[in-house]
């Protein structure tokens, strides 16, 4: 069924970090196989579509024109007491359409060189045996499936946010509750709120720990409206039935297509995803940004890193987990950092009342309304200097 049974590089997922790390592989001349379990890539959609950071979604050049549904111009936060942030920034961000988008991606790596194969489930990965590790592929959808064993110096497991292959080749990626958030996105006919804008509603008027979301895609004359918060021990509340209140108090007239769902890492990004000839990415490595659950671009940005790494240590004959260290320390010095102090700022907005809450919300109303320039908190000092204050003392 495959073209060779030893590959340079096998990649377990053809979601956008998949497809990355094999188009970057291939691209640089080595053997590349992306495996993908699901009949047809991209589908079903388990996504509010939206991205802010262009530079690490478009790897060789512009997205097709054809993927992106929305330019973003702006986002309009819904805040505590009626305190809303308006951050009006032309080409902020696009609405992507999924269903077209991962499958372009993963055409791309077919024309570069890489192998692509659907209905093709990684089921186990073995331990490194002469420079190699075996990786047990399962094919078909049902009646008639095939085992096949093949090789591979190098296994990149991109498998989304439950990577079974992650946690059976032994590396703490199991989502745990506080630092997991469950999504519901629904479709909605038509477009619900400004058709340039990306809007939330956050904070204790809304869902305290997490937000709602109105994301417009207009080409297609629709809009993912949905809902996410933190999963704790204690949390017992239906996410869709709340996402479904919601749609409703805020547009009672709106007219369902359909509703997706899903979880989303938020611990900020893992300590350890890298072994001997095997690495994670994306949603598995836990790349997702913690404060707003978007994980395309980070997924994407990780891909090319991991891409780089690889390709360096295929040429020098070196795949250990100290020479693989560098793609973590490139993700980390590129996003993680980041990551951390947003995964503390969204426990600190969350952690506040309503009265503190809507104080910070104020300082960063001024924040937005002055083009973000940092001297606006010289305009509301007081507020500013006891925020700033209070976060930096906050252990969370
Ligand atoms: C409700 C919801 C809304 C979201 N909204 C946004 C948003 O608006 N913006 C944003 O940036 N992010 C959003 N996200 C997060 C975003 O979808 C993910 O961060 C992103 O898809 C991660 O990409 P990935 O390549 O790591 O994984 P995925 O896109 O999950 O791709 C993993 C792929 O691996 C395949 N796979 C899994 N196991 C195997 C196996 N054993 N063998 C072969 N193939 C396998 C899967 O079928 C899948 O195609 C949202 C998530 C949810 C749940």
Request: glycine residues 14%.
């Given at each position: 069924m495959f073209c060779n049974q030893e590959y340079d590089v096998v990649v377990i997922g053809a979601g956008p970090g998949g497809c990355v790390v094999a188009r970057n592989l291939a691209r640089a001349g080595h053997k590349v196989l992306l495996l993908e379990k699901r009949e047809k890539i991209g589908i079903p959609v388990r996504c509010?579509?939206?991205?802010?950071k262009l530079s690490d979604l478009q790897t060789y050049g512009p997205i097709d024109e054809d993927c992106i549904e929305t330019i973003i111009n702006g986002l309009y936060i819904y805040g505590p007491n009626g305190v809303n942030i308006d951050l009006a920034q032309k080409g902020t961000g696009i609405m992507l359409n999924r269903e077209k988008f991962d499958p372009w991606l993963a055409h791309l790596a077919e024309n570069d060189g890489a192998e692509v194969v659907t209905?093709?489930?990684?089921?186990f990965v073995g331990e490194v045996e002469k420079g190699c590790r075996h990786v047990r592929v399962k094919l078909g959808d049902g009646a008639g499936d095939t085992t096949e064993e093949i090789r591979a110096k190098m296994v990149v497991a991109a498998?989304?946010?439950?990577?079974r292959i992650g946690r059976q080749v032994g590396l703490d990626c199991v989502q745990k509750p506080g630092i997991t958030c469950t999504g519901v996105d629904i479709q909605v006919?038509?477009?619900?709120?400004?058709?340039?804008y990306l809007t939330f509603w956050q904070g204790h008027d809304f869902i305290n720990d997490g937000y709602i979301w109105s994301f417009p895609k207009i080409k297609s004359n629709v809009t993912n409206f949905g809902a996410g918060f933190r999963i704790s021990s204690k949390n017992n509340r239906n996410i869709l039935d709340i996402t479904m209140e919601w749609l409703y108090k805020l547009f009672p007239e709106a007219r369902i297509n359909h509703v997706v769902g899903g979880v989303i890492p938020v611990s900020s990004i893992l300590k350890e995803y890298t072994l001997d000839h095997f690495a994670l990415v994306g949603d598995a490595a836990h790349h997702?940004?913690?404060?707003?659950?978007?994980g395309i671009a980070s997924a994407m940005r990780a891909g090319r890193f991991c891409a780089q790494t690889v390709h360096e240590g295929l040429e020098c004959g070196n795949l250990s987990k100290e020479f693989l260290k560098t793609y973590e320390k490139r993700c980390y010095d590129y996003f993680g950092r980041w990551h951390d102090f947003e995964c503390k700022f969204g426990r600190f907005l969350h952690h506040m009342d309503k009265s503190e809450q809507t104080e910070l919300y104020r300082v960063l109303q001024n924040f937005a309304k002055h083009n973000?320039?940092?001297?606006?908190f010289l305009k509301t000092p007081v507020l500013s200097a006891k925020m700033f204050y209070k976060f930096w003392r906050f252990k969370g």
């Open positions: 509010g579509e939206a991205s802010t209905k093709a489930r990684a089921e498998d989304g946010v439950e990577s006919q038509g477009i619900l709120t400004r058709p340039d997702t940004n913690p404060l707003t659950g978007g973000c320039k940092k001297s606006s």
